[in-house]
């Protein structure tokens, strides 16, 4: 119950696509979802996370969609470069004293020039 | 920069030993993380410290240990070392004790078992 399920596993696209990357959960207990972006050799750099209390939140070319009811959430790379070339990872939080950030498996994000 | 220093970047041992990584968090945060990340198991979490005590613990082995000191930084032991624990072992740390806080995480260290 404390899964987060990511997909897809990979994904190429051109410079300039939209690469969309999603994630789904099936505990309600989660209250904060971030993503990661990690470089070869590179700790997760925390990215941009969103709250339950909004649908949508934007920072530079990164979005987050977040669908409260069908437990889904996802990242939108708008006008991707060759630098966002990295694997992203979803998580789930909770303030609930049991819960771990829980991680979804990772997407390997290839931008091609 | 995250704020999160890891110590040493690379390790290099033999099975049977043991080592000890290192980590200081982010002025001002409580909470330490560790983390195991292997190439088919992703980022596995394995304990947290808050404020010196043990918070939280996850997919640990118990040939494993850690500790937070009273300075705030921590140390992840690993002991009777297999080949099977080469990883990258990352620490993170967040404000507080719980998990809908924001973790940043070090550039960890990779240990690799010969």
């Known amino acids: 119950q404390q899964q987060v399920k990511q997909s897809p596993q990979s994904l190429i696209v051109q410079k300039g696509g939209i690469p969309i990357i999603n994630c789904a959960y099936e505990n309600t207990a989660f209250d904060y979802f971030p993503w990661y972006q990690q470089f070869p050799g590179k700790g997760p750099a925390l990215l941009i996370a969103?709250?339950?209390?909004?649908s949508e939140k934007k920072e530079g070319r990164f979005t987050i969609s977040f669908n409260k009811s069908a437990k889904q959430f996802s990242l939108h790379i708008m006008d991707s470069q060759p630098g966002d070339s990295a694997t992203y990872f979803c998580a789930a939080g909770s303030g609930g004293s049991n819960y771990k950030l829980t991680f979804g498996k990772g997407t390997l994000l290839t931008v091609n020039p | 920069d995250s704020g999160v220093t890891q110590t040493p970047k690379h390790l290099i041992t033999a099975t049977g030993q043991r080592v000890t990584l290192r980590c200081s968090p982010r002025?001002?945060?409580?909470?330490v993380y560790w983390y195991q990340q292997s190439l088919d198991q992703g980022l596995q979490f394995l304990i947290q410290?808050?404020?010196?005590?043990?918070?939280a613990k996850g997919n640990i082995l118990e040939r494993f240990s850690a500790q937070q000191f009273p300075d705030l930084h921590s140390e992840l032991n690993l002991s009777s070392l297999e080949l099977g624990d080469s990883a990258l072992y990352f620490c993170?740390?967040?404000?507080?004790?719980?998990?809908?806080?924001?973790?940043?995480f070090g550039d960890g260290t990779r240990l690799s078992i010969l």
């Open positions: 410290y808050y404020n010196g005590e043990e918070r």
């Open positions: 969103i709250r339950p209390d909004v």
């Open positions: 002025s001002g945060d409580l909470s």
């Open positions: 993170a740390s967040s404000p507080g004790p719980t998990s809908n806080q924001p973790q940043h």
